[in-house]
């Protein structure tokens, strides 16, 4: 009959729902595997960061991949690594080439990254060109790599792990409908060892002697600024002094618990009052600390110029001359062609009305 449905028409029917769900089940993933961020060492494959001193001296770098395993319908990500920063600096982050958004027709950085002391916040998402061709990530792959330099050793060993935010906070994965997607983070373990019997190597230096210039007129304050460094492998507190020829500049400086292949920065201030003209040796001095292996680099020495202010080109007479070659540094700051260091009596590293005035000041004077 005409437009009804009979027994065996209800049969086939549901036959096929029956067949067609089969088939519906039959696609579906039974269930798919946890979905991971890891922290992975791209040279083998590990969670583990291991170094020795006797191989990886502190300053050398290293890569950590971040990869997500078992993703699906992946659109953007965004992940923050952690780690000890008294052990380890930032150097920087990248996409790898083969990224898990290499196969979009553009992959879009978020942004810069935000890097704070010991944690580092990036993330990616893509853009389809192609509105009606949808393209997602589905698998494993690498979202960035980070490098890290090694910043500090210890005896027997220091550690730290790097640590993937969980999700709730500033690491996510988002699918193509905007949702979060569950993922559990795992961590990689960073170790560097100093083996048992390697000896502790203690040497302190001065890395830098800056004076602000190498020429000063009596009556002003003459910034010296002295970069210490710890050349040695373990953490060190030491004295830094500055003289001019015998005399100290101010009292020494303590720099506290530097640790290895670090540096500090200190500044001392010369007051060159009753300083008669002429060369003056300056110097930075880093006390030896016991066994440092290398007591040379304990201290820098500079030539500082006392000269008449005003007398430009150090004849014994302020006169036109001075005025003309003072004029031709005009605005000069060290490093400019036109720099001329006797131009700059005051010390403040520009050639400028202060200068000249010291010029007018002893106009026609003769040195004394
Ligand atoms: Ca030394
Ligand atoms: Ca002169
Ligand atoms: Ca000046």
Redesign the pocket.
């Known amino acids: 009959m005409k437009g009804k449905l009979t027994k065996g028409t209800i049969g086939t029917l549901v036959f096929l729902l029956l067949i067609s769900a089969a088939g519906t089940l039959a696609i579906m993933p039974a269930h798919a595997a946890p979905t991971t961020i890891e922290v992975i060492n791209p040279l083998n494959g590990s969670h583990d960061f291991n170094f020795s001193s006797d191989t990886t001296s502190v300053g050398s770098q290293f890569v950590v991949n971040v990869t997500v395993k078992d993703v699906m319908d992946l659109q953007n990500w965004q992940i923050s690594l952690a780690w000890n920063d008294t052990l380890l600096d930032f150097v920087e982050i990248t996409l790898p080439s083969d990224h898990v958004f290499v196969g979009a027709s553009r992959a879009m950085i978020q942004g810069p990254p935000i890097n704070n002391p010991g944690n580092v916040i990036w993330g990616c998402t893509y853009i389809n060109t192609a509105p009606f061709k949808y393209w997602t990530f589905n698998g494993t792959g690498t979202l960035c790599q980070i490098k890290l330099q090694i910043k500090q050793g210890g005896v027997p060993q220091v550690s730290s792990a790097l640590a993937i935010a969980g999700l709730g906070s500033d690491t996510f994965l988002i699918d193509g409908q905007s949702h979060d997607i569950q993922f559990t983070p795992v961590f990689g373990n960073y170790v560097y060892r100093t083996p048992q019997g390697a000896v502790p190597v203690r040497n302190v230096a001065i890395a830098k002697l800056d004076p602000m210039n190498t020429v000063v007129a009596p009556g002003f304050m003459f910034n010296v600024t002295v970069t210490a460094e710890n050349r040695g492998n373990f953490t060190e507190t030491f004295n830094v002094s500055v003289y001019v020829n015998s005399s100290p500049v101010g009292p020494a400086q303590t720099v506290e618990n530097l640790a290895s292949g670090q540096k500090a920065e200190l500044l001392f201030i010369w007051y060159t009052q009753g300083y008669a003209i002429g060369n003056y040796t300056l110097s930075a001095v880093a006390d030896v600390v016991p066994d440092d292996i290398d007591p040379s680099d304990n201290t820098a020495t500079d030539t500082i110029h006392v000269i008449f202010a005003g007398d430009v080109n150090g004849d014994g007479t302020v006169d036109m001359r001075d005025v003309q070659i003072l004029l031709f540094a005009w605005n000069a700051h060290s490093g400019d062609p036109r720099w001329n260091p006797y131009a700059?009596?005051?010390a403040?590293n520009?050639?400028?009305l202060?200068?000249l005035g010291l010029t007018l000041v002893n106009f026609l004077k003769k040195a004394p």
């Open positions: 700059d009596m005051n403040d520009r050639v400028d202060r200068d």
